[in-house]
């Protein structure tokens, strides 16, 4: 289908110059090949940016097929081109070789000028695309002689002889065909306004004012008086011969879906009139009329000047003969929806297995199994997700050795929750947690709302979540010992599509902490005025010092924490990618610190990544932390201690350094629906406290070992 609103028809007449029509009897139109196009790019950026650099091929491949299948509607060379050097530079990175070319060759055939992007490619590749032009330009020679009216491309050059040579025969639709596919390979005034003339004779007359308006926008730019003159009449006689369409929207019907000629109509723009060519349309509707599904189908003629009054009539769908007969036959409930018709739509199914594994110099040592899986389907919009994890936990630190404390063991285990739905431009994701261990229950409900904005180019999020915790002792119940403790936290950010290449996140967040958490098992050093004891003294020097009595630690009641942080992403020769991120922290206990992580993604080939990983970490001390408190002895021979206390090494001025690197390597071909990868990372640790007793240094290690599939 064709048409156009008034408002896009009022632009055609503008750019003729010739008179000017009431913006409120027209809609825009005018310029939806250009959107059409510009979507078509930006959704090729969007897969070089997102899904060629997390080496998602196969999901590259599919999203970049289904833009060709889009532009079958109508896109300009230039676009479908864009669209056909992505595939080639997808299927160079998988080694494909001859698919890139074929990819590259289909290029250059609908836009000879067809080009790579300027960064963000490997050398190789563009070798290989820079030895298919050349071979492409040895077996298409480009003509320059004058007489062939200014053409430059052989073969758009014949298509335009053959569209003249159906013209004389009268054959519309041959003319329009070969015309547009030589004005696809190039442009060209004279081949433009010979097809507008063959879409007025075949009655497409809204294409023709479209056709004939970019004619007149390059004859003014050329000074071309006289044409831009004979472009202004033809427009000015086809303007009374366009026809409008306006649709009456049927009561209590709901979930309304209408298209007209194939091409679906917004709810909200029923109430309009469309600008269409005369003669026969095409109108398809469906939805909901309590609770009953209904539709109709039905055509209609208008004629040229006239406006047509679409009633839509919806009625219950019926079950034809042959689906009747088959349900009969059906022995199975399964084979009786199998007769049903079919609205099934792909669902993208991830599921992934762990293990990690963690050990220090202070023998605290974690073991992790952990099991995720979600559910998605792109086209509706919707997902759902599950992951679980139990931590195993055995400790025999300073701190629970300089209490004269048991080896200490636990098990954690940890539930997550999501699901979200974005239909179309905005959408939400909501989450749920609980983890459980011996002395501590923690659960947390959020909600995080998205939108997309500038083609989705801009990416804004804002986030709020919400957890209560139960603080316990280990072998006694939560009736006898209990301490609640509530956090709110609100989060905002945005995702910015920086180039097909790069991308950033800037996000920030507050969070609001309420209750008691003080350890119920950690015990403070307490000494008399004026002892002091070095930093990183034994437990058997703290011991000799200290005091008899022995506290437990005990922290502010109340904590903001506020946190700014941002992520880059770039693709760096088309086989790379490097992300960096930051993330500033402050809180009302008077923590500062920054948190600097980097890792470099190394595909060294289809199936094989690696990456290097470092991450700096510094912070000062909290306003109440020391490494030696002291009590004030009183005349009864009582002490008064400091209101708060805590030998917490997390809670000291410290400094981390944590560096290692992972691995990738996918089992199954990446551009399958099926994909198979085990990956592995391993990480040292390296933490130094500058304040602190017991220890001034932390060694650990951690690593994960893990097996993810996705398949559709």
């Not at 009054?309 to 219950?316: D, G, R």
């Amino acid at each position: 289908m064709r048409f156009r609103s008034p408002r896009a028809v009022a632009r055609l007449a503008l750019l003729a110059a010739f008179f000017s029509l009431p913006a409120t009897q027209y809609s825009s139109r005018a310029r939806a090949g250009e959107r059409e196009d510009n979507a078509v790019i930006t959704a090729v950026d969007k897969v070089l940016a997102h899904d060629v650099p997390n080496a998602n091929f196969g999901e590259a491949r599919r999203k970049l097929r289904g833009l060709l299948d889009k532009c079958k509607k109508g896109c300009s060379g230039p676009a479908v081109a864009r669209v056909y050097v992505a595939l080639g530079m997808v299927a160079a990175q998988i080694n494909q070789t001859e698919e890139a070319k074929t990819a590259w060759n289909d290029a250059f055939s609908v836009d000879s000028n067809a080009a790579l992007p300027a960064t963000g490619v490997a050398a190789p590749v563009r070798q290989q695309f820079e030895d298919a032009r050349k071979a492409w330009l040895a077996s298409n020679v480009q003509p320059d002689d004058p007489s062939k009216s200014g053409w430059v491309n052989k073969n758009a050059f014949e298509l335009a002889k053959a569209a003249i040579a159906a013209e004389q025969a009268q054959n519309w639709p041959e003319c329009i065909d070969k015309d547009r596919s030589a004005l696809t390979l190039e442009e060209n005034g004279r081949a433009r306004i010979h097809l507008a003339g063959c879409e007025e004779k075949a009655g497409k007359f809204v294409d023709a004012l479209r056709d004939y308006a970019k004619a007149l926008e390059g004859a003014r730019a050329k000074g071309d008086v006289v044409t831009a003159k004979v472009i202004q009449e033809r427009v000015t006689a086809i303007l009374p011969k366009l026809a409008h369409v306006k649709f009456e929207r049927p009561a209590e019907v709901t979930e309304l879906s209408i298209t007209f000629d194939d091409r679906a109509i917004p709810e909200a723009r029923l109430g309009e009139s469309f600008t269409i060519d005369p003669g026969t349309h095409s109108v398809h509707a469906e939805g909901l009329l309590r609770g009953a599904r209904v539709s109709s189908d039905e055509t209609f003629d208008v004629k040229e000047g006239e406006t047509a009054l679409v009633k839509v009539k919806l009625k219950p769908v019926a079950l034809t003969k042959g689906q009747l007969e088959c349900m009969v036959s059906a022995k199975t409930q399964e084979e009786i929806l199998a007769c049903l018709p079919q609205d099934r739509k792909p669902l993208q199914v991830h599921v992934g297995l762990e293990m990690s594994g963690y050990t220090d110099s202070i023998n605290v040592h974690v073991l992790t199994p952990a099991v995720q899986g979600s559910v998605a389907s792109p086209t509706a919009g919707w997902n759902v997700g599950a992951n679980y994890l139990v931590d195993v936990v055995t400790a025999a630190s300073p701190d629970v050795v300089s209490t004269a404390s048991r080896r200490f063991h636990d098990v954690r285990h940890v539930l997550g929750l999501t699901g979200g739905y974005k239909p179309g431009r905005f959408g939400a994701q909501a989450f749920a947690n609980y983890s459980e261990e011996r002395d501590y229950i923690s659960r947390t409900l959020g909600l995080v709302a998205t939108g997309d904005f500038a083609d989705k180019q801009i990416t804004p999020a804002l986030g709020y979540s919400y957890t209560w915790d139960t603080i316990g002792r280990a072998g006694t119940s939560y009736d006898v010992f209990a301490r609640p403790f509530d956090t709110h936290e609100v989060t905002a950010g945005s995702t910015f599509i920086l180039s097909p290449a790069s991308l950033l996140v800037l996000g920030g967040g507050v969070a609001f902490e309420s209750g008691d958490q003080s350890k119920p098992y950690r015990y403070i050093p307490i000494f008399e005025p004026g002892v002091s004891v070095p930093v990183g003294a034994s437990i058997d020097e703290v011991n000799r010092n200290r005091l008899p009595a022995k506290p437990l630690e005990q922290l502010p009641l109340d904590r903001q924490r506020f946190s700014l942080s941002g992520r880059y992403i770039v693709r760096i020769g088309g086989r790379s990618t490097l992300r960096i991120e930051e993330r500033l922290y402050r809180d009302t206990w008077a923590i500062t610190s920054s948190s600097t992580d980097a890792r470099y993604m190394m595909d060294l080939n289809a199936r094989l990544r690696v990456w290097p990983h470092l991450r700096v970490h510094a912070q000062n001390g909290t306003s109440f932390y020391n490494r030696v408190y002291g009590a004030t002895l009183n005349s009864d021979g009582s002490a008064t201690i400091p209101r708060f206390r805590t030998n917490d090494r997390e809670l000291s001025p410290m400094i981390g350094i944590t560096g290692g690197g992972g691995v990738r390597y996918a089992l199954t071909d990446p551009g399958g629906k099926f994909q198979l990868a085990v990956f592995s990372s391993a990480d040292m640790l390296f933490n130094y406290y500058i304040n602190t007793l017991f220890i001034r240094t932390r060694f650990a290690g951690y690593g994960t070992i893990g097996l993810e599939a996705d398949f559709e």
